[in-house]
């Protein structure tokens, strides 16, 4: 294109040669963009002359590149794309009226405007902490400050609006019956929907998880535990969330409110920070695993949580516990997990079972419970230094994308 | 009613006959040696006449009615001897020959034994059966009944006796079961918080002499029961020094017993110590059960020559108890244990008048005291205060730090807790009794028996308590010696006319009524009477022609009701607390919330239309002795009706929450703030820095559940008891016991319940918390709540047979026992029915609300609608729920998803299938050997053969290994040595 608009130039030029015997005087105009010198190469200026005739050329490592044209009046355009795994980031910036011609200063300064689309998931598990502490007495292990690590994988924020945490049934891996589990099979494999036992939390709509951040979400016991507890967490910071919802009820009356496995927060953490609980199952607490839990985040399309789970057919019970409370689950429709973690008790894996389909987690990870040990997802090296900012890896296989690590990643 | 008539007849002539008498004087000497028997009791017992040797043997039984009668002997370390005398002068010089219990005797028993003469059905366990089997724990001797099941004793394994009965039945069997120890009710009304016999653990099993068991119909003198009496009889008399030691994979036991002569006349002092302990698991120490008893008892015959007086007064103690420790090498210093001390004293005297209108006046007095203390040490830790709740007052209460604080924040860190349960049931009795006895003619007998049997039963304990509440989690104080104490004052009459004919033959009928008047001042219950008839009848008939086939044929058969009272559990319910968290605020920099919480104290629910446990039981039977073959078969019917039975009542609520997030806009910073709580709005008070701010709230809909105790519907059992003794040899015999058993109870009561719980729901919300009346409930303990279920009974039955051969070698003085216990039919089937028609539906699938009306189909799921439901805002007003269900369908899917978990499920399909058990047994070698006269080894093994057999059980068609199983004991084996000295 470029060719064919100088050879058209050259031609009207010579043209006007013949007509008028004059030679056409052009001049350099020069366009200096600011904000894309990291992605210069992946930007283009366009000129465009009053006859819709137009030229673009790269802009060089400083954000500039020339153009030489006859005088007149012209439009500059900027366009630039850069494309992640997770983002598509468009570059743009625009003049027009732009007079070219021997009193102009034949310059161009523009600033680029940044728009980034998120393209894929960008969401995902970082760390599970679960299986508690030992005690500073020697008396065992303290499990009540569990805490979830979301981590967002992408140089966009991402809203947490209509964002919920469940687990799969049946509470912990090794447990002898799994009540969805028939003839070796998960009955809801071959169906489009994985069940959230007991109860979810979801995000106040205003939440969201910045780019390359991570957000902790304490389980239960959002207060600082090392006060008691030296080789426990300390929950109590503003930038935490945790979960908290004592006015949650399920219809057999049963409330979140449990303080030894779910105290007040710390009066540090803002209560727009609280996940709020859609209880269906009974108890008086979250009940996440110790040893073994399957943790999964989803985000309702379409409708809020709420009313998701209002819906007649979203709860759903294993075939022989119909109607029975105690194995209530939310019909949770696979398309809409973003991610999701099994785990196994390191010290009971031949009697442990998988409650995740292939689809959101084709592996598992083990754990031993007590020792303060936590699960970790692996950083994607490569792509980190790509990027300039930790990337984890996420291939839907917690086998090949987590490890045990000796301690939460919060101590 | 010419039969009533008669009988009546009869007594009256009995009463008013005035006849001659003579005396019988003799000796009573050991068989062996020649010498006389000091402290035997020599009775006629159809006369009431009694006398006590004295230390050289000799005893006068003086104002015999002439005729034939039977005398006996009973004394310690002898065997029980009977012989016929036939009196129509004075007897003197009567020498009666009783042999020593030993293994030289050819027909020693070792085994229970039909009572012979009884009116009703009874049996009798003797020392020696008690030995040879080494009974340890009371709770397992009803293993020696027909068709009993082998129980491996070990004493932290506090089961109670319960008769003709089994386990996880209607009807409070074991409540109902009366014990007693040498005529001191172990009384269990007293205690709290369980629905059962008394704990028999605590007596000493060395310092026993004999145990009756009366599974038939009791004499009136027996009340307060309704599933039979255990008696136990401990050492009276003289004896040698005995030392025992016992020793099985769990337990280990010693004993010294003796049986001290005053000399001259003062009477005979038994003295008895025993110490056995039990561990849980035999390779830990850490969890164990001992008793350290020691008895006293004194015995003595006053007025000898005038008018005979028997007094016997006993002193009996425990201190032992249960103990479980955290191994020290696992965890720090917490431990568990209960205390357990026990002090029981009787006085018992018998009067012989021996006059024409009073034959015997006997007075008892007695009184046991238990203390029971629970003691649990334990270590506990927390990040965050906790709050702890010992609110007594309605209302909203917000946290403190002060121990006098209603609720009390608790530390942060680590500390242990010490906490108490206090126990300490007393139980007085005094029964005035007297016999007159009578014959009339050579031909007829007559006793009548008026007596007077004032109990009083209390609680001295403390409850469960804390030394420390600023530690002390959620509880509140429930003091049971607060609680009103319980009274019974009985009077009862019985006739007994005792007829005669032919030579041998004798027809014997029975007669008793007896009226409780129950007295709980400062209850709702105030005064409650009730009567308890009792009617016997025994004919005996004896062949006499020499060698016939059928030696003697006796037939009873009786009628008899008996009332089972109240317990303290019964009467007097716990209190409820229903507390539930209203507010919030966060937690401070030392981990400290202080939390509000809406208390509603309820007090418990006292039912005015409660009714007393009641048996109406019926007793036949028959004893043979064909030859060489003795026969036993007893039938028995018996249905208990107003079984005491625990409910739940719900009473709507509504409370005030306030969101943390209305702390948001409050601009008083948090270290400044203070909180307050209006105790009867709830509402939330934030006060800092010179401002106050009421917080908005929220009100919220529940249930308050409270329990009360009720009536059941009636429990049915019937069943058949044998015992074949066949002499094959004089040195071999064979027994066969067995026992067919069948059990049969609906439950019919119409009871409250939320299957899923009681609701909370917003009070602006459309839906509202609803609850189900459900006809019956399947469970069978008193102790728990009634709850909604499929089932609403059971039916099972029952079919054992036990197989001994018993190889007696009097020469070596040796015994030994090979028993087979066989199950020859277990099966059980849940019930669910209501008025005789069906209950629930069977559906198809799992997740199904309609489903065919439930007829026992075979591998279905089962639901169950409630009869009606009520609502939150008009609980009083029962609504049909199977119509508003199928309203609801079509016009409100809200209300009936919502009636939808009012429905009850079956968890399974097999859930109402018969479960019946293919037959299986196991086999236990017992033997015992004496070394001279003085030493005596036992060995013992149950299921011996460790059998590796399984069973089939018909509910799940699935096959059960018998090893380790419910079904049949574990390998078990012990051994003990006796020293006489």
């Known amino acids: 294109m470029k060719k064919l608009f100088f050879l058209l130039l050259a031609v009207f030029l010579v043209s006007c040669d013949k007509d008028d015997d004059k030679t056409i005087k052009t001049y350099d105009l020069t366009i200096s963009v600011n904000g894309v010198e990291a992605v210069f190469d992946s930007c283009y ?71 980034k689309m998120q393209t894929a998931n960008p969401l995902v598990i970082k760390e599970v902490y679960c299986g508690g502490c030992q005690k500073d007495d020697g008396s065992g292990k303290f499990t009540n400050d569990k805490c979830i690590i979301l981590y967002n994988n992408s140089s966009l924020a991402v809203s947490l609006a209509n964002v919920a945490v469940g687990m799969v049934e049946p509470y912990n891996a090794e447990a002898g019956t799994h009540s969805f589990l028939t003839g070796g099979k998960l009955t809801y494999e071959s169906d489009n929907w994985i069940p959230g036992i007991n109860g979810i939390w979801y995000f106040n709509s205003s939440a969201e998880i910045a780019p390359y951040s991570e957000l902790v979400v304490a389980v239960n016991g959002a207060i600082d535990h090392t006060l008691s507890y030296s080789n426990s967490v300390n929950y109590a910071k ?6 908290y919802d004592p006015e949650a009820a399920s219809s057999d009356g049963g409330h979140y409110n449990n303080t030894s496995y779910h105290p007040s927060p710390s009066e540090v953490i803002p209560s727009d920070h609280y996940l709020k609980a859609i209880k269906y199952g009974k108890g008086n607490a979250w009940p996440m695993s110790q040893t073994s839990p399957a943790v999964f985040i989803f985000k309702c399309e379409n409708n809020s949580v709420e009313q998701y789970v209002a819906k007649e057919d979203s709860l759903v019970y294993p075939a022989d516990k119909q109607g029975n409370l105690t194995y209530a689950c939310l019909r949770v429709p696979r398309a809409w997990v973003l991610d999701g973690v099994e785990i196994f008790n390191s010290d009971a894996v031949p009697s442990s079972k998988k409650r995740m389909t292939p689809d959101i987690d084709n592996g598992y990870v083990e754990m031993k419970g007590g020792f303060g040990h936590s699960v970790i997802r692996k950083k994607d090296e490569a792509a980190s230094a790509a990027a300039g900012h930790d990337i984890y890896v996420d291939t839907n296989n917690s086998s090949n994308d987590f490890y045990e690590a000796d301690k939460c990643s919060l101590m | ?230 008696k136990i009889n401990l050492h009276r008399g003289k004896s040698p020094y005995v030392v025992e030691a016992k020793v099985n994979q769990s337990t280990s036991q010693f004993s010294l017993n003796k049986g001290v002569d005053m000399g001259g006349r003062r009477g005979v002092v038994n003295l008895s110590f025993e110490h056995a302990r039990s561990l849980r698991e035999i390779a830990s120490p850490y969890t164990s059960y001992k008793r350290n008893v020691l008895s006293l008892r004194y015995s003595n015959l006053f007025f000898r020559s005038s008018m005979p007086l028997n007094l016997t007064f006993g002193v009996s103690g425990n201190i032992g108890g249960y103990k479980s420790e955290q191994d020290p090498d696992r965890n720090l210093d917490s431990y568990d244990k209960e205390d357990e001390r026990l002090l029981r004293l009787n006085l018992d005297g018998s009067l012989l008048v021996n006059s ?105 304990g403390r409850g469960r308590y804390y030394n420390d509440l600023s530690v002390a989690p959620t509880w509140r104080e429930y003091r049971y010696d607060a609680l009103p104490w319980l009274y019974n004052l009985a009077f009862y009459a019985e006739a007994q006319v005792a007829r005669t004919f032919r030579s041998s033959d004798k027809l014997t009928l029975n007669a008793g009524l007896r009226d409780d008047m129950t007295m709980i001042p400062q209850s709702a219950y105030n005064t409650v009477g009730s009567l308890s008839p009792r009617f016997s009848a025994r004919y005996l008939w004896t062949n006499d022609n020499d060698g016939a086939l059928v030696e003697d044929v006796a037939l009873h058969a009786g009628w008899g009701r008996s009332v089972k009272l109240p317990s303290f559990q019964i ?31 309820s007090k418990p629910l006292y ?49 005030a929450f306030t969101s943390q997030a209305a ?51 009636t429990v049915r059992r019937y069943g058949l008891e044998w015992m074949v003794d066949v002499e094959i040899r004089k040195w071999l015999t064979f027994r066969l016991d067995g026992i067919f058993y069948r059990y049969r109870a609906v439950d019919e009561t119409l009871i409250a319940g939320t299957p899923m719980g009681v609701g909370d729901y917003l009070a602006s919300s459309a839906l509202q918390p609803l609850v189900g009346y459900y006809r019956g409930s399947g469970a069978s303990s008193a102790t728990d709540p009634s709850t909604p279920a499929v089932s609403n009974g059971s039916e099972s039955s029952h079919c054992r047979q036990n197989a001994s051969f018993t190889l007696r070698v009097p020469k070596a003085r040796l015994i030994m026992t090979l028993k087979t216990e066989v199950s020859l039919l277990n099966k059980t089937r849940q019930l669910s029915q209501a008025n005789g028609n069906t209950r629930g539906f069977a559906i198809d699938k799992a997740g199904d609300i309609e489903g065919a009306p439930f007829n026992g189909q075979e591998d279905h799921y089962v639901i169950l609608y409630p009869e009606f439901y009520s609502t939150w805002q008009q609980p009083d007003e029962l609504i049909d729920f199977a119509e508003a269900l199928a309203n609801a369908k079509v016009s409100n899917r809200q209300l009936y998803q919502q009636l939808s978990q009012l429905i009850v499920r079956s ?75």
Not at chain 1, 99 to 106: E, P, R
Not at chain 2, 441 to 459: E, I, P, Q, R, V
Not at chain 2, 617 to 623: A, H, I, K, P, S
Not at chain 2, 627 to 652: E, W
Request: net charge negative; aromatic share 10%.
């Open chain 1, 45 to 115: 200026v366009m000129v465009i002359d009053q006859q819709n005739n137009s030229n673009s050329c790269n802009l060089d490592a400083s954000g500039v590149t020339t153009f030489t044209v006859p005088a007149g009046i012209y439009e500059v355009y900027l366009n630039g794309t850069v494309t992640d795994a997770y983002c598509r980031t468009i570059y743009n910036a625009s003049q027009t009226g732009v007079v070219v011609g021997d009193k102009t200063a034949n310059m161009v300064e523009l600033t680029a405007t940044v728009t």
């Open chain 2, 1 to 230: 009613m010419l039969k009533i008539q008669t009988i009546l007849f009869m007594m009256l002539v009995s009463l008013l006959a005035m006849s001659q008498s003579y005396r019988i004087s003799g000796r009573v000497v050991d068989a062996e040696s020649g010498d006389g028997v000091g402290f035997a009791y020599v009775m006629i017992p159809e006369l009431s006449l009694w006398a006590v040797a004295d230390d050289g043997g000799s005893f006068v039984l003086r104002n015999v009615a002439p005729g034939e009668s039977l005398l006996q002997v009973n004394c310690m370390g002898y065997e029980k001897f009977s012989t016929k005398v036939t009196v129509n002068a004075d007897i003197d010089n009567l020498v009666l020959n009783i042999n020593a219990s030993s293994l030289k005797i050819s027909d020693v028993v070792v085994v229970a034994q039909r009572k012979k003469s009884s009116i009703s059905t009874s049996y009798s366990i003797d020392r020696m059966a008690l030995d040879n089997q080494q009974i340890l724990n009371m709770g397992s001797v009803s293993s020696l009944l027909p068709g009993g099941r082998t129980v491996n004793d070990n004493l932290t394994d506090d089961s109670r006796l319960a008769l003709r009965s089994e386990k996880l039945e209607m009807g409070n069997a074991s409540f109902g079961t009366a014990v007693e120890v040498d005529g001191v009710r172990m009384d269990n009304n007293a205690t709290m918080g369980e629905v059962s016999s008394a704990s028999t653990r605590s007596v000493a099993t060395s310092d026993i002499e004999s145990v009756d068991i009366v599974t038939g119909i009791p004499s009136v003198e027996y009340g307060d029961l309704s599933n039979g009496v255990v």
């Open chain 2, 663 to 713: 702390l948001e806009d409050i601009t008083i910073p948090s270290a400044d703030r203070s909180y307050s709580i209006d105790s009867s709005s709830g509402t939330v008070t934030v006060s800092g820095n010179g401002m106050q701010v009421a917080l908005p709230s929220s009100l919220r809909n529940t249930f308050l559940k409270n329990r009360q105790y009720v009536n059941g519907s």
């Open chain 2, 607 to 655: 039912n005015d239309d409660l009714k007393f446990q009641m048996t109406n039981q019926t007793d036949v039977g028959v004893e043979m002795t064909l030859r060489a073959v003795k026969l036993s078969l007893s039938g028995f019917y018996t249905t208990t009706d107003n079984a005491y039975r625990m409910v739940n009542s719900f009473t709507p609520l509504q409370y």
């Open chain 2, 571 to 601: 009467l007097y319910p716990q209190e409820s607390y229903f507390d539930i968290l209203t507010f919030t605020p966060g937690t401070t920099a030392d981990n400290k919330a202080y939390y509000a919480y809406y208390t509603y104290a």
């Open chain 2, 356 to 460: 024409a209108w009073l034959t015997d006046l006997s007075l008892k007095a007695n009184m046991s005291l238990t203390s029971r203390l629970k003691d649990r040490y334990y270590n506990s830790s927390s990040s965050s205060a906790q709050p702890y709740i010992h609110v007594m007052q309605t209302g909203y209460h917000v946290a403190g730090i002060s121990s006098d604080d209603d609720i009390v924040l608790g530390p942060t860190g680590y500390w242990y807790v010490h906490e108490y349960n206090e126990q300490k049931p007393l139980n007085a009795n005094f029964v005035l009794k007297a016999n007159r006895s009578k014959r009339v003619g050579s031909a007829l007998t007559t006793k009548l028996m008026l007596g007077a049997d004032f109990s009083m039963s209390g609680n001295n």
């Open chain 2, 907 to 981: 968890s399974t399909a097999y859930y109402f299938n018969q479960n019946k058990v293919s037959p299986f047994c196991s086999m236990n070698f017992l033997v015992t050997k004496e070394i001279g006269d003085h030493v005596s080894l036992s060995f013992y093994a149950n299921n011996f053969v460790n059998t590796m057999k399984s069973v089939k059980e018909s509910q799940t068609r699935l096959e059960t290994s018998l090893f380790d199983s419910k079904y049949v004991p574990k390998l078990y084996y012990g051994l003990s040595l006796k020293l006489k000295l």
């Open chain 1, 238 to 243: 503003p930038e935490y969330y945790c979960m």
